[in-house]
């Protein structure tokens, strides 16, 4: 398995369970430049098939829209890490997804890309939180589902210390 930098944490946890599993894994932690020239098809300094490695973990980071179905073309519908040969099935159903325009339908069409990609071993999304919130009980915060940090819609209650009358900050 290959992993880059920022990544070596989580490379550490899975080529310890996969060592678990029973398979001997070995973890490679790159700089940027050396994981890009490995796994980027247009830096290849050989063929696809004949690379080092079996695994190669990345991160990517969640955007506004459909992030799965980003996910699923940057990384197996003609993207730049378009690893996946073979995909008729999962292109038909990307086509469907792009398609649908109610939220539940292609909901359900992308959970019918993810069993496939799971049956054909295609893709892994493993989640791993970016991004921690600790807050005072006396404060509401809303967090966001795209992990940004956005206090538009954050506010105190009445128990907040700095709200509370006369009772001082000590």
């Known amino acids: 398995m290959i992993a880059p930098q920022n990544l070596q944490a989580q490379a550490t946890v899975i080529g310890r369970m996969l060592d678990q599993s029973g398979f ?20 290849l300094d050989q063929p696809a098939d004949k690379q080092s490695w079996d695994i ?36 038909r159903l990307y086509e469907q997804a792009l398609a649908t325009i109610d939220p539940g339908k292609q909901e359900d069409v992308l959970r019918q890309m993810d069993r496939h990609s799971h049956e054909q071993a295609y893709l892994l999304f493993l989640y791993n939180p970016i991004r921690l919130y600790a807050v005072n009980r006396a404060v509401r915060l809303v967090p966001y589902a795209t992990t940004w940090t956005r206090l538009a819609d954050t506010s105190l209650t009445d128990q907040h210390w700095s709200l509370r009358k006369g009772d001082s900050k000590k």
């Open 56 to 91: 190669a973990l990345t991160a990517s980071f969640q955007a506004l829209g459909s992030p799965l179905l980003d996910l699923y073309q940057w990384y197996a519908i003609d993207g730049p890490d378009d690893w996946v040969a073979e995909r008729p099935e999962l292109r």
């Open 24 to 43: 001997r894994a070995t973890v490679e932690i790159l700089d940027s430049t050396a994981y890009s020239k490995r796994t980027l098809l247009s830096h």
